[in-house]
């Protein structure tokens, strides 16, 4: 059972940053792969971006490519999702999911993800 712990959410201004880190911790293995995606009030939920181990492939949700970008901790299974610019339909709720043996394709659709985090709160003020 994989576990994925959430952290760095909270109030920024509108052109600030903010860095969201996510953790997990029990069996991963080489192709395992990590994204976030977000919620905002009465909307769907969205991919943003993802990472895979093993191959280190990245990729981004087009409202967010050049503002956001998703890296690995050296070492660890654990990403951080550095925002930069931020605008307030950045405002959302963000979880943190895991998923194992995903293909590049398959890699922003969140149905192929089995482990999630609790979700950390973001919230952009104009």
């Known amino acids: 059972q994989v576990q994925l712990t959430e952290s760095g959410g909270g109030l920024v201004q509108a052109g600030g940053s903010l860095r969201l880190s996510c953790a997990a911790s029990g069996f991963t293995q080489n192709r395992y792969t990590m994204a976030w995606f977000r919620q905002a009030p009465g909307k769907e939920r969205e991919f943003v971006a993802a990472?895979?181990?093993?191959?280190?492939?990245?990729i981004y949700g087009d409202s967010v490519k050049g503002r956001f970008t998703i890296s690995r901790e050296a070492g660890k299974t654990m990403v951080h999702l550095q925002m930069n610019s931020q605008k307030s339909e950045d405002t959302a709720v963000y979880y943190c999911?895991?998923?194992?043996?995903?293909?590049?394709?398959?890699?922003?659709?969140?149905?192929?993800?089995?482990?999630w985090g609790q979700g950390t709160q973001v919230t952009v003020s104009s």
């Open positions: 990472f895979r181990f093993g191959g280190g492939n990245t």
């Open positions: 999911a895991g998923g194992r043996r995903l293909i590049l394709s398959s890699m922003s659709e969140q149905r192929h993800y089995g482990d």
